[in-house]
């Protein structure tokens, strides 16, 4: 089975400001998928970056991006010039070939104006 | 536009009460999830669908069953709900049409069920 760390069940950034998020995660399997997903008040789950365990270079997707090593089983997610919409939990999630997604505890990220 | 709807948005129920909460979708996923989350900690899964195939999670508890009419719709029941089972329930689609692909889930928006 699989299982995801996230070791930060708290952080805190100024606006404007970057901030990283870290993962681990534990697998035996070689093809897979990483998430991370932020979860507003609302509650709604939204995506904000996926990674293809194939591939190298780190997905980008405009202030957010990912530092993906593969070997170490690290998924740390970067949050450029932070915005007070970024606040939220953060859930990195782990997607094994059956399309079942395995989450993290979750970081509640606070973002300060 | 909605594509992925969890009907209603708040439920309240009473303590050994039968609930059913509902899902529906527009995508025409052929893979549908139950997801439970409570309060602070990480959604947990409860059982997906492949298509008509059901596939249930070993630590489900035997009070949560579901039913899949058909490609859009979803059921979630809860026979005899406790007041530990008060929690936002995550419905959620992945795949695409006649195939299994490793592709991003769709969440609902969820509803959170009260127990009283």
């Known amino acids: 089975a699989q299982t995801v760390t996230q070791s930060q069940p708290e952080m805190s950034v100024q606006e404007a400001e970057t901030v990283t998020l870290s993962c681990t995660y534990d697998t035996s399997e070689s093809d897979y998928y990483l998430f991370w997903y932020k979860q507003p008040p609302s509650r709604q789950m939204i995506l904000v970056i996926r990674q293809e365990a194939y591939k190298q270079q780190n997905a980008t997707e405009n202030r957010f991006s990912v530092n993906f090593q593969k070997a170490a089983k690290s998924f740390s997610l970067k949050i450029s010039d932070s915005q007070l919409g970024d606040a939220a939990m953060y859930f990195c999630?782990?997607?094994?070939?059956?399309?079942?997604?395995?989450f993290g505890g979750g970081t509640r990220l606070m973002v300060k104006p | 536009d909605a594509m992925v709807i969890q009907n209603p948005r708040y439920q309240v129920t009473q303590f050994g009460k039968p609930v059913t909460l509902s899902c529906s979708q527009t995508l025409n996923h052929n893979v549908m999830y139950w997801y439970q989350q409570k309060s602070s900690q990480a959604p947990k899964l409860l059982f997906h669908?492949?298509?008509?195939?059901?596939?249930n999670e070993a630590d489900t508890p035997d009070n949560f069953q579901s039913r899949r009419p058909n490609t859009s719709f979803c059921f979630l029941d809860i026979r005899s709900p406790g007041l530990g089972d008060a929690a936002m329930y995550l419905c959620a689609t992945s795949g695409t049409p006649g195939g299994y692909t490793n592709e991003k889930l769709f969440f609902g928006s969820g509803t959170q069920l009260s127990v009283l």
């Open positions: 999630a782990y997607e094994n070939a059956g399309n079942m997604l395995t």
């Open positions: 669908y492949y298509d008509k195939d059901f596939n």
